[in-house]
């Protein structure tokens, strides 16, 4: 697995239980489960082998739920589709099928297929035939019956934006509420389980956890980017200091540009993706923000005025973003 950040990440989902879903065709010992295993060692991963018949799945999914009671379930494309379902659990949904009849017959996977990895029964194919595609149909049709406002705080959706088999982003935004877009595609891939799937993880364990970090703001303009690209090292910076500290992004209130707020909305997705996700604040007077750090490179706009300690960016010491990581490296967290 690709360097990650958890090196400075406190150590998330303690002692606790996660259930895996895997999707369409798989098996729980696909990668994704062993990539999550890899970046959450104190945490029990459950992924079980589902039936290929949905009601059979649902049926064990429920009874895994019932007598394991997990403290997160993270399901998969078809397993976002069950893992919607699972009301009254704190729940992360990676590309969700939720009307995956129709996907098997827009992307031919009628017929013999193959598990794409090994099963714990020994089986290696399975029949998809009119009649199973109809008991996904029914199945599937039951998705959102269960939501409320409750649920509604208890589950995310990632949506990969090249994502070429499931396009429910729209769908799962007319019944939640905190829907992301990440830079991926439909498999998970180490990238993806680093950078968008664990920042997921520590909101929902932060929650359970009642935990508070230190409040850092980044200013966005000559900071963050210069122009329309990024600082040099600003992005994987903003990557390690979000897994340490309730980070926000603080942009720049231009009254006569109507499209400001989605231009600075744009740019913070496309280039700091789900670690930013509803992290912008618009401020003319940043000294109005609470918090422990601001790292900006203007005194203006209140800046000068901001009641933790105000990191200068790019005058000494703090010249370069590797300058302000040797900083933040040496207060460990605090």
């Known amino acids: 697995m690709e360097e990650n950040t958890q090196e400075k990440r406190f150590d998330l989902m303690v002692g606790k239980k996660i259930l895996y879903v895997h999707g369409f065709g798989s098996s729980g010992a696909s990668g994704s489960a062993k990539g999550i295993r890899i970046l959450l060692p104190k945490a029990t991963v459950i992924a079980p082998d589902l039936p290929v018949h949905p009601a059979e799945a649902m049926d064990l999914l429920h009874h895994i ?19 919607e379902m699972l009301y009254g659990f704190d729940r992360l949904l990676v590309n969700p099928a939720f009307q995956i009849a129709d996907t098997m017959a827009e992307h031919n996977m009628m017929g013999r297929v193959t598990f794409s990895n090994p099963r714990q029964d020994g089986a290696t194919e399975f029949l998809v035939n009119k009649a199973l595609q109809n008991e996904f149909r029914e199945v599937s049709s039951h998705c959102f019956e269960g939501v409320n406002d409750t649920e509604r705080q208890r589950v995310f959706a990632l949506y990969g934006i090249h994502d070429g088999l499931v396009h429910t982003f729209d769908l799962f935004s007319e019944h939640y509420t905190q829907a992301i877009r990440f830079k991926g595609a439909h498999f998970l891939n180490d990238h993806a389980l680093v ?19 230190p409040i850092l703001y980044i200013s966005l303009d000559d900071t963050l980017r210069k122009g329309d690209e990024p600082m040099p090292t600003a992005v994987k910076a903003f990557q390690r200091l979000a897994a340490v500290y309730d980070t926000y992004i603080l942009g720049s209130v231009p009254y006569n540009e109507p499209d400001a707020w989605g231009e600075q909305v744009r740019w913070v997705e496309k280039w700091l993706g789900v670690p930013a996700y509803n992290r912008l604040i618009l401020s003319s007077h940043k000294n109005l923000s609470y918090g422990d750090y601001l790292i900006d490179a203007h005194t203006s706009h209140g800046a000068d005025g901001f009641m933790g300690t105000h990191i200068r960016f790019g005058a000494d010491p703090y010249k370069t973003w590797e300058d302000v990581m040797t900083y933040f490296d040496r207060l460990g967290g605090q």
């Not at 394991?68 to 998969?76: A, H, L, N, Q, R």
Request: proline residues 5%; charged residues 30%; aromatic residues 6%.
């Open 195 to 213: 950078h968008c799937v664990l920042p997921v993880v520590q909101w929902i364990d932060d929650r359970q956890e009642s935990r508070e970090r």
């Open 65 to 83: 739920c019932d007598t394991e009671k997990p403290d997160m379930i993270i399901g998969s494309s078809m397993g976002g589709m069950y893992t």
